[in-house]
């Protein structure tokens, strides 16, 4: 008797694998702040609390901080490099940000859809703006430190930088603020824990949005017998 491999015919009355549910549109999750506010700390939460979310790794011409390993948060190249991928139209956006480029892979969207995922990028107003063009229905959500007071010592605390960046860090936070209209969502980070609640809410509110479920309700409404 041949032996079964994993590709032969069922026997009769063998059970079938259950197909998939239908799955609902992916979405899109925009997170900008001034630098300081707490966004990275807000990020990593959310991911580690939802394994549905795919982070976009950017690429940049700024050199690795600290222990950045490529790969991690970014893919470090050149300026030159840079500017060929932008010529080539490789960018979903990008733009340059404090006198480096920075800029979002078309194929991160991709990648999410095809994994049945959810995208969540860090970028700054500039990509947000051009991002929210591209993708309509992408969500950006704001992120804003309680008040400058409080800003300028989580910057300190974070002892990452020197006094002088500090002062730029903080003038340029009040020029970001000013754009915090364009935004769907506003998260101050006061308590952390209340934040991060906040965060993972509006990621759950708007996954069951109705336009991106309707790939999910259809089969539903057919057991029903609904015409569509
Ligand atoms: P960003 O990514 O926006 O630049 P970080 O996540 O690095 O900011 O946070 C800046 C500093 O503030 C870090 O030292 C972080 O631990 C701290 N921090 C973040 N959120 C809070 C909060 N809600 N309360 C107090 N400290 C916070
Ligand atoms: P940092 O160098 O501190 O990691 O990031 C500086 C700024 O660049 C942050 O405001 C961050 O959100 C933004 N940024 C990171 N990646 C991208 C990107 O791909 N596109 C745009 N437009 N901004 C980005």
Redesign the pocket.
């Known amino acids: 008797m041949a032996t079964r491999t994993p590709t032969s015919p069922e026997p009769p009355g063998a059970a079938q694998p259950k197909p998939l549910p239908p799955r609902r549109k992916s979405a899109v999750f925009i997170i900008?702040?001034p630098?300081g506010s707490g966004?990275s700390t807000l990020v990593n939460r959310l991911l580690s609390s939802d394994p549905q979310l795919l982070f976009?790794i950017?690429?940049?011409t700024?050199a690795p901080?600290g222990n950045e390993r490529p790969g991690d948060?970014?893919f470090y190249i050149s300026r030159e490099e840079f500017e060929q991928r932008i010529a080539r139209g490789e960018f979903l956006?990008?733009?340059e940000?404090?006198g480096?480029y920075?800029?979002?892979h078309q194929s991160v969207w991709e990648r999410a859809c095809r994994e049945g995922k959810d995208l969540l990028?860090?970028?700054?107003v500039?990509?947000?703006a051009?991002l929210k063009q591209k993708i309509q229905d992408a969500v950006s959500i704001f992120v804003l430190a309680p008040s400058r007071e409080i800003l300028e010592s989580r910057l300190r605390s974070r002892s990452e930088d020197s006094e002088e960046v500090i002062l730029k860090r903080l003038a340029e936070a009040a020029v970001e603020i000013r754009n915090y209209h364009r935004y769907d969502y506003i998260v101050v980070n006061d308590d952390v824990e209340e934040a991060a609640a906040t965060l993972l809410a509006i990621v759950r509110a708007e996954r069951v949005r109705r336009e991106r479920m309707e790939p999910r309700i259809r089969p539903i409404l057919e057991t029903f017998g609904e015409i569509l």
């Open positions: 900008s702040a630098s966004k976009s950017s690429y940049t700024r901080r948060s970014y956006e990008w733009a940000v404090f480096n920075y800029g979002t990028l860090d970028i700054d500039q990509g947000a051009q």
